[in-house]
């Protein structure tokens, strides 16, 4: 052990890495930031309620909705239709930084998928009145269903799935270069916010791409790498786990009408950065 901490003592710093404790001081630096996401979800409960229904489908599978690589990427105009992060934040010392920000997914259930459902459902639901299939009608106990988007169901957040936070972040650098420019630091944080979707969503034929809605709450842990380019500009990955609760997802548009579900999901995202202010170097 003794002679690899030598050699390793000896390959460094050819190699150009330094290891002096800190290379600049954070304290009093600001930094925003834009990227974009893909997310994975964990199967979800929804629970419809309205007049003449309430009922749960159970076990429900979603997936995001990336934009294909096109011009929504390199034109400002249409910057926001991907699933895309946005974030400022500042250093209040040399480790900790305190961020607001705006995650804008995606969330997309998969149509014509096989569940089950819990509830009931009338012949006629909602205000006005919806006509219901029949084959739809009854009370049920986790009853095997297939979710038909033609005449039952077709649910999404895809102008999106929106997570307005409050981050903590904490950085540690874990390498930077001889030249004390280039720099990787290690992060890890929280975030705690509202969730502000806007819900596309037809049940039983009727329905509406709603407008955005305070519709709950969420949190989240997460952990990333960012690497400075040079003094002012970084890129960044971060992998987040979050939890999200809606208690009021709009649905058809109507008074009385709504839907809730517990969302868990993973979220990858890359972004580009600037700093601004602060980064006084040590001597």
Do not use: C
């Not at 219901?132 to 049920?140: I, L, Q, R």
């Not at 106990?141 to 005449?151: A, L």
């Not at 030249?179 to 990787?184: I, K, P, R, Y």
């Amino acid at each position: 052990m003794k002679k690899l901490i030598i050699l390793l003592g000896i390959l460094l710093p050819s190699l150009g890495f330094s290891q002096a404790k800190k290379p600049y001081s954070r304290k009093g630096q600001g930094f925003i930031y834009w990227g974009y996401n893909r997310s994975t979800y964990a199967k979800s409960d929804i629970r419809f309620v309205g007049q003449g229904y309430d009922f749960t489908l159970h076990d429900v599978v979603a997936k995001d909705a990336p934009t294909p690589f096109g011009k929504e990427y390199y034109d400002p105009a249409l910057f926001s239709i991907p699933q895309f992060n946005f974030r400022g934040g500042y250093f209040f010392n040399d480790h900790w930084a305190i961020s607001i920000g705006w995650d804008h997914m995606k969330y997309v259930m998969v149509n014509d998928q096989q569940s089950t459902i819990s509830g009931t459902i009338s012949a006629q639901v909602s205000n006005p009145a919806i006509q219901v299939n029949p084959a739809y009608v009854g009370t049920f106990d986790r009853k095997p269903i297939q979710v038909n988007s033609s005449d039952f169901l077709t649910f999404e957040h895809t102008d999106g799935f929106n997570f307005a936070s409050v981050d903590i972040e904490r950085f540690d650098r874990i390498w930077k270069a001889k030249n004390d420019v280039q720099g990787l630091d290690w992060l890890v944080g929280a975030s705690i916010g509202a969730i502000v979707p806007r819900s596309d969503v037809r049940l039983f034929t009727v329905g509406k791409n709603n407008y955005w809605n305070v519709a709950g709450y969420g949190m989240a842990l997460k952990a990333g790498l960012q690497f400075d380019i040079s003094r002012r500009i970084f890129l960044r990955n971060d992998i987040k786990g979050g939890f999200a609760r809606l208690n009021d997802i709009r649905t058809t548009g109507r008074d009385g009408d709504y839907a809730q579900q517990s969302i868990w999901y993973l979220e990858d995202y890359f972004v580009l950065g600037v700093t601004i202010g602060g980064g006084k170097k040590n001597k």
